[in-house]
């Protein structure tokens, strides 16, 4: 089983960045997708998340309006488009998938968002 995330880098305020997650080692399409992200300092939180079909989505108020997630179950890979990028964006994001069936659950490694002048 691997999630893979890529894309994340170093982004001026108010740029844009869009992360992708590649799964494989699973059924991709019962899976409930998520973004959590974790800054120095803090907990992990929820950024975003979507369900195994991609008909419902769900975000952090702090992102709402700015970032969209969606997935492509024939590629197995789902997407975080980040838009007018803050500061306090800035963490390290990681791609979780828990099966909707039940408790199986997996993590990626995770990708460094930096969003600075």
């Known amino acids: 089983v691997q999630l893979v995330e890529s894309g994340g880098g170093l982004v001026q305020p108010g740029g844009s960045l869009r992360l992708s997650c590649v799964a494989s080692?699973?059924?991709?399409?019962?899976?409930?997708m998520s973004w959590y992200r974790q800054a120095p300092g803090k907990e992990r939180e929820l950024v975003a998340s979507?369900?195994?079909?991609?008909?419902?989505?769900n975000y952090a108020e702090t992102v709402k309006g700015r970032f969209t997630i969606s997935r492509d179950n024939a590629k197995n890979t789902v997407y975080l488009q980040m838009n007018s990028l803050k500061p306090e964006d800035t963490a390290v994001y990681y791609c979780?998938?828990?099966?909707?069936?039940?408790?199986?659950?997996?993590w990626g490694q995770g990708t460094q968002v930096t969003v600075s002048s």
């Open positions: 080692g699973f059924t991709f399409s019962s899976y409930h």
């Open positions: 979780y998938a828990r099966w909707r069936f039940g408790e199986n659950d997996y």
């Open positions: 979507i369900t195994s079909a991609g008909g419902s989505t």
